[in-house]
């Protein structure tokens, strides 16, 4: 695909977050002809790395109830399209002692029965106050325990959040929006947004960057659905980065190896700053920072600092955490609205379509900000903008009725048992991240029963799903593999599975068997990266042993990354 002329495409999507996904869906859906562009892999940026909670935020309430409403009515619809994906999340503030709420009980309880009035719409109950023993029941590791029970303990508040996988969510957009017409190039970035000299906008220049290959595609509109690099895509364009400004926000989370807990709990940091702990799938996640961020958007990890930051106040309440295994980290920045002067975390997280008529570039529009809960109706608003600017006929948004792949049904788990033998946990897990689509992984099984072996044990993941994801999926490399399906992300750091991995990428892609080492490598390089700063010094040190035994083996073959 090189040099033809405007009008190939209705619509360049830039950016494979939740966003440009969410928009490739709806215009696919409503007729448009649509080309998205992701410069490393669907979900690699904050929707992938996410606390994964499409809630209305408690927090906003105060400043911007208008943010609570919208995303828990979004919540609401994300919840019947995806129904598969979804976890309960119920939180626990306990409130009294030193290091967390010292506001009165009442006070917040008042403050909660505001937030209730939304819980309707994404079918959340109501929050319950608890007394210090009802918050023993539920949780007898608080505060190490009933019997080391902090004086000034006055009780506590339950309140109900739901829970996604972000990745999931991402590819189940970005594979609808390809069902229904769509083209998706992965590892594809876009360097130069072209425009006719009057200023409108003709189309896209990108560069694939596995091969090298340079592209050219014209486009009647395009769309900057790239978050914190938002910036960066206006300069692409030759208009100014201001006028896609966005104060981006670093966020991590410290990964655990197990559900330490059943509940989310919310604590204080040194900063006063409110911090969670989560169930989140089969593990525990600790987040998260809220920090000004000046760096490379394609570099984004979580520091020692950072991590004992979020330790140490958590401990505070939860004191076993200091005693649990932390096996990893997540990094992403939010694309917050810019504004100078308030601290990170009082930044709106409302959402904004900037139109850049205004600033000579017509055709091109920009999203700005959002949430991960509401990226529907941003992408529903970003759609009903493009049909305005194409000027085709307006067809109704259904993205809120209409169920993303595997959202049909659930996939029964004893069938699919029965049907692969696979064990019963690998099943779940199955059925968690496929939803109805995991009998068409089944079907695999029943047509080669040696796909139904485990390739990862932590997670686990069989190889039938590997090849699958592969196939239908867009995954093409084991880092590719390891966000859609988890494999590799447990306590092992993917030393148990990446081997295996990259040789079934290998073989699916049709590469040779070297390259299927070299993809596994480059996996374990990054988890090492992401993984040193929380696994503590001994460990670390032994992984990064291996991982420099086995490129010296590949040698030559093995590039370094940039
Ligand atoms: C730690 C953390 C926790 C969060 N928790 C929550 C939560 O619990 N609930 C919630 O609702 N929200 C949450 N958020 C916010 C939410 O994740 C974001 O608002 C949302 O994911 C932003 O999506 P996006 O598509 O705009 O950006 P991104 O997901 O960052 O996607 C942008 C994409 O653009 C691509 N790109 C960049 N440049 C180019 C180029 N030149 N060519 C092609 N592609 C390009 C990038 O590779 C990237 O994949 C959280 C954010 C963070 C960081």
Known sequence: MSGPGAGDFDVAIIGGGINGTGVARDAAMRGLKVILFERNDIAFGASGNSSGMIHGGPRYLTDDPEVTRTSCLDSGFIQKIAPHLLFRVPFLMPLGPEGTEQTHIALVDAFFEAYDRYQPLKNGKPHARLTPDELYELEPGLFGGRSDKPARLSGGITFDEWGIDGVRLCVANAIDAIERGASIRTHTSVETILREPGGRVRGV???????????VVGARAVVNATGAWSPLLARAAGISPESARVRP????????DRR????AIIAKAIDDRQIFIEPWQNVTVLGTIDDDFYGDPDDVRATTDEVRYLVEAITRVLPAVADARAIGTTAGLRPTLYEYGPNEDALSRDHRVVDHAKDGARGLFSMIGGKLASYRIFAEQMTDALIRHLDVPATPCRTHVAPLPGGEHAASRSALVEATGIDAVAAVRLAYRHGARAERIAERIRSNPLEASVVCPCEPVIEAEVRHVVRHEMAASVDDVARRTRLGLGSCGGMRCAARCGQIVAEECG????????LALRFLVRQAKTRAVAVGPAQAS?????????????????????
């Open 205 to 215: 220049r990108a560069e694939n960057r596995t091969t090298g290959e340079s592209l």
């Open 260 to 263: 330490l807990t059943n509940y």
């Open 249 to 256: 926000g670093k966020g991590i989370h410290v990964v655990f």
């Open 542 to 562: 032994q992984e990064a042993l291996i991982v420099s035994s086995l490129r010296s083996e590949l040698g030559p073959l093995f590039e370094e990354e940039p």
């Open 511 to 518: 590469f040779e068997p070297r390259a299927g080492a070299r």
